[in-house]
């Protein structure tokens, strides 16, 4: 609705282009189409995951009453979503993460009292609360490379925008960084150096609202990337393999919906449009498959970018 | 601007023509109706009445409120923003926002009363409730955002005699200024005057229904320099596009909200604009039920788009003529291109913006709908009157404020007391 003009980065932070190690791990180049794969059935998705592989996606929404459902879908176009979990202890699932070997389903469920990390295997099962403690509102979810760390975007206890790590296992949480400049983070990729890439919606930077941070593994600070990305709830981030670039769901300054496409060292962007989405949101890539999985939330559909 | 004169119905006419009325944009949609604190009800503008070099712009928020209604008496809502828009070269898109973010304090969790004796000043101990706000300005083209205020004051309510033994004085603290921009943000007497009886099938006859009630009421002034297109203010007789700005207020919420049963509720997500209103009435009495909560989260830079067959061919019209037969004439062909035209002066973008010359020489006197706003101008009759078309003005027969408006911030008047 405005009419910024997106402007090259100037402060790149330098300091971590290219941290992202080489990996044949994640599709090494931006998305160059957006298709619909599965629509009907379920409103309102938040947050989507592919298998390793890329050819299934499952995503977080709810289904035709209204309840709280991971649902799972082959990634062609056409596919039709079935349930892999529904209600309790469900309440409001926003984040997902796939484990490396693609047996787990890990959700971030922000409902509840303080909301709750679980698990699901992802050839059904029961959902599992993992008992995480120190996290309040998990929000954005990203498996570490060593596959045994989770990273999850929250809140402190004391209120705090924050970013934790926890074991795949659950139980305590270890924070990384917390407050300033995170005002509401929620998307989240890292990268194989441990770098976390954290998409945040209120967070004002150089160039407006909606900014994505970059927090080294030591949590010593949390830069700025990129800014005036207008994201759906919840922001959506993965990086191509070398670190190079951040692909995220975004709306233009008109209010389309596009993937937007951030080289990581000099901020320059590129658009995608998606001109059949409404509201792009969470966003995430196949481990060993070059495609990514999106959620449009308004309009109820999933889709893949490749 | 009307003669009237009563009628068997009960109305009053004006030289031949029948009468109605409406609310300017209160409780106008159905989603907007459920959530009070960012209803946007209206929006004034006029040059200020003692500097002509600056721009006085009133939004006001949360309609038809009682005095009386404590123990928790009305504010802004913490977790929304509320926000005025200006577009300085006239293609419907907002070039400038200024921001407002409030946050609650509580002094004493242990009474229930909003204040714990009498108050005196904005520092007193006794006030037990207050709240603050920070105020920015966006750049919409440069994404900058500069913070103007930080953690000012916001005017408390008007709990009576006996907590407010001189309320006005307390209010007055909370008008705060800096970097040439004044800022005041709390309750005021509402300044809309209407008989809100006209949703009882226009059963309207003069009643004063919006007197003694009270409306959140933010009010920014500004050097017209700081809104005006590149910084410059236009030159007296520049009829460009950028000789005007539009404006229009709104308010977002967060995208998410999730009760929780032992802990408070969490707001969460992207912004979403929930209400906005640029002239009076229009979502009110032109845009249908089925597209109003629409009009709420939509921009003006799109009202041509979603709701152009709205304005070309009025709905208020034929209800006069049904209800009252009121003469209106019929919709000529090519639609009501009068009504599009004062919603585009200057060869701007036609869109829902209260638009106000800001060439240098503009006074006080000049800042009349739809040159912009003032507190005292009677939208209702001249919008009526514009949409019936019938050669003769139309009114309600509620023609002024119960209380006279001020010449200096916050302009409008005193709330009234919740025990006077």
Redesign the interface.
């Known amino acids: ?5 997106l402007m090259a980065l100037t402060t790149a932070p330098l300091a971590l282009v290219g941290c992202g190690s080489p990996s044949e791990d994640l599709p090494t180049e931006p998305p160059t189409s957006v298709t619909k794969v599965t629509s009907g059935g379920f409103t309102s998705p938040t947050d989507a995951v592919a298998s390793p592989d890329g050819k299934t996606f499952y995503f977080a929404a709810y289904d035709d009453l209204k309840e709280p459902t991971i649902f799972r879908t082959s990634s062609a176009p056409g596919s039709a979503a079935e349930v892999l979990a529904t209600s309790e202890p469900l ?2 699932p ?1 984040g997902l993460v796939m484990s490396c070997d693609g047996k787990t389903l890990y959700i971030a469920d ?5 909301g709750a990390v679980f698990s699901i295997p992802t050839d059904g099962g029961a959902v599992t609360d993992l008992l995480v403690t120190g996290i309040v ?1 998990p ?1 954005g979810m990203a498996m570490d490379a060593d596959c045994k760390t989770m990273h999850v975007t929250g809140r402190t206890e004391d209120g705090r925008p924050a970013l934790f790590s926890t074991p795949i296992e659950g139980g305590a949480a270890s924070l990384v960084y917390a407050g300033d400049p995170l005002v ?1 983070p ?1 998307g989240l990729h890292i990268d194989n150096d441990g770098v976390s890439w954290v998409m945040d ?2 967070a ?6 909606g900014v994505l941070f970059a927090i080294p593994k030591d949590g010593s600070a949390a830069t700025e990337v990129a ?2 990305l ?5 922001g959506g981030v993965s990086l191509t393999a070398g670190g190079g670039t951040a692909v995220i769901p975004t709306r233009d300054h ?2 389309a919906a596009q993937i937007t496409s951030v080289n990581i060292a000099t901020g320059e962007m590129q658009q995608l449009a998606a001109p059949d989405m409404l509201d792009p949101a969470g966003l995430r890539t196949a481990r060993k498959a070059g495609v990514f999985a999106v959620v449009d939330s308004e309009a109820g559909a999933i889709y893949r970018a490749e | 601007m009307k003669k009237l004169v009563p009628t068997i119905a009960g109305l009053t006419i004006a030289a031949g023509a029948s009468i109605t009325v409406m609310a300017s944009s209160h409780r106008e949609a159905p989603a907007i109706a459920e959530d009070q604190f960012v209803d946007n009800t209206d929006v004034y503008s006029f040059i200020s009445p003692t500097n002509p070099d600056r721009l006085v712009i009133v939004a006001d928020y949360v309609p038809l409120l009682l005095p009386q209604s404590g123990p928790n008496f009305y504010r802004f809502s913490d977790e929304a923003r509320y926000e005025v828009h200006i577009d300085n070269d006239g293609d419907a898109k907002e070039d400038i926002t200024y921001r407002w973010t409030f946050e609650n304090h509580l002094k004493n969790d242990k009474t229930f009363l909003y204040n714990t004796g009498a108050v005196d000043s904005l520092d007193s101990p006794n006030l037990n409730v207050t709240q603050t706000y920070n105020l920015d300005r966006i750049n919409e083209n440069t994404g900058k955002k500069t913070r103007i205020l930080s953690n000012a004051p916001v005017a408390p309510w008007n709990v009576g005699k006996r907590s407010f033994p001189n309320y006005e004085t307390v209010a007055l603290q909370a008008v705060k200024s800096a970097s040439g921009v004044t800022s005041f943000a709390g309750p005021r007497d509402e300044p809309f005057f209407v008989d809100l009886h006209v949703f009882d099938l226009l059963g309207v006859g003069g009643a004063p229904t919006t007197d003694g009630v009270n409306v959140m009421s933010i009010v920014l002034e500004v050097p017209i320099a700081d809104i005006a297109k590149g910084g410059i203010q236009p030159s007296s007789g520049d009829t460009s596009k950028s000789s005007v700005v539009g404006i229009y207020a709104s308010a977002l919420r967060p995208q998410i909200r999730i009760l929780r049963r032992h802990h408070d509720e969490d707001d969460f997500g992207n912004m979403i604009q929930v209400s906005r209103l640029g002239w009076p009435l229009i979502n009110e009495v032109i845009i249908p039920l089925g597209d109003k909560d629409k009009y709420n989260r939509s921009a003006p830079k799109d009202d041509v788009s979603n709701f152009g067959a709205y304005i070309l061919d009025p709905e208020v019209p034929k209800l006069l003529n049904l209800v009252l037969g009121a003469g209106c004439p019929a919709t000529p062909m090519g639609g009501r291109t009068d009504i599009v035209g004062l919603l585009s002066p200057n060869g701007t973008a036609a869109a829902d913006l209260l638009r106000i010359n800001i060439t240098k020489g503009q006074t006080n006197a000049q800042s009349h709908f739809p040159n912009g706003r003032a507190l005292a101008d009677d939208v209702t009759d001249t919008l009526l009157t514009v949409a019936c078309n019938n050669g003769g003005p139309i009114g309600d027969g509620v023609n002024a404020n119960d209380k006279p408006f001020t010449t200096t911030m916050p302009y409008l008047a005193s709330p009234a007391s919740g025990n006077p």
């Open positions: 609705m405005a009419k910024r003009v309440q409001a926003i922000m409902g509840n009292e303080i509102r929000a509401s929620t919606h209120l004002h930077g150089a160039n407006g609202e800014s005036d207008r994201m759906g709830t919840p008109e209010g």
